[in-house]
């Protein structure tokens, strides 16, 4: 009988043995005459040299597909054990949009013109404007792209923020605690974390801060360095909180600034400061603009009708007040 350790350094175990270890289960269901055990960071057998060679060779797929795709499905491992089909046909051959992959596996990937735009001037801006209407996956490709960087250790941690501001609602007229009245805000943010990351280890980030999710007012005062920043929404940010917050950007951090110009829930006392930015920004090397259009919508095909509807009544509107306003100031002059 022989003895096989295997080193699982740079692998989460839960990633590799699953929830409750469902794939480690697997594992020891494959190969019966084996005595496997694992110990945080070790896995130990003991067997035949046979066996042992064939365990250590589906452990390092295993292992080497987790680190290009972040997790490995039960059903991933079950094929593999026991019908020995190869991981990588899980997988499309042409990854020339992939961003990452996912939970469960799942690809992540630029699906537009648009979206690959904002991948590709992700690469060369150290502050990018995404601009778009509802539906054109700027806050998902985004966080997608953060994700990425963080995976690749280009960035230590994740910011993501956006200004609590809602349909004119007041937090504080909303029950519950501080964090309970901010959550709806931000939940958008977690929802696109939810299918990037397994939940054990996005709970475990955050908890040691290396993603955090904050409304834009907790960003005054700080300088956020050595990060991925994403500022959601920025529609409802006013011009002193947007130069707040492109003021904490250091020196070796990376932003994104999402906005939809047609959807402003900011009082009628206050202007959005988004498309001041964008003019008073424009042509300054390192901060770079996408625009996004009805034709990156990924939602129901009727969402497309709707913002190309929405937009000829804006267009109307303003003919109309344009109309107006010049009827007015030629009765003035005659008068």
Known sequence: MSDLTIDLDGVDPIDLFGINN?????????????????????????????????????MDSMIEYISRYGSI??????????????LESNHPVNEEDIILYGTRGTVVKAKTDGQRELVKASEESD?????GPAGTGKTYTAVAIAVNALKNRTV??????????????????????????????????????????????????????VIEIAPLAYMRGRTLDK???????????????????????????????TGDLTQIDLPKSQKSGLFPALNIL??????????????????????????????NYQKELQKKENDEDNARNKSAEGN
């Open 22 to 58: 469902s794939k480690l289960k697997l594992l020891k269901k494959a190969f019966p005459r084996l005595r496997i055990v694992s110990r945080g960071h070790v896995l130990k057998a003991a067997g035949s040299d046979e066996e042992l060679q064939r365990l250590k060779s589906n």
């Open 73 to 86: 499905s039960n059903d991933h491992v079950e094929n593999l054990l026991f019908n020995g089909e190869g």
């Open 127 to 131: 502050v990018l404007f995404a601009i």
């Open 156 to 209: 230590k941690r994740i910011i993501l923020t956006r200004p609590a501001v809602e349909a004119g609602e007041s937090l504080g007229f909303l029950p519950g605690d501080l964090k309970e009245k901010i959550d709806p805000y931000l939940r958008p943010l977690y929802d696109a974390l939810d299918d990037m990351i397994p939940p054990e280890k996005l709970n475990d980030m955050m908890y040691n801060r």
């Open 227 to 257: 990060a991925f920043i994403i500022l959601d929404e920025a529609q409802n940010a006013t011009s002193p909180q947007l130069k707040m917050f492109l003021t904490r950007i250091g020196a070796t951090a990376k932003c994104i600034i």
């Open 282 to 311: 424009s042509g300054i090397p390192g901060i770079g603009t996408v625009y996004l259009t009805e034709r990156d919508v990924i939602r129901h095909k009727l969402v497309k009708k709707i913002i190309a509807a929405y937009a």
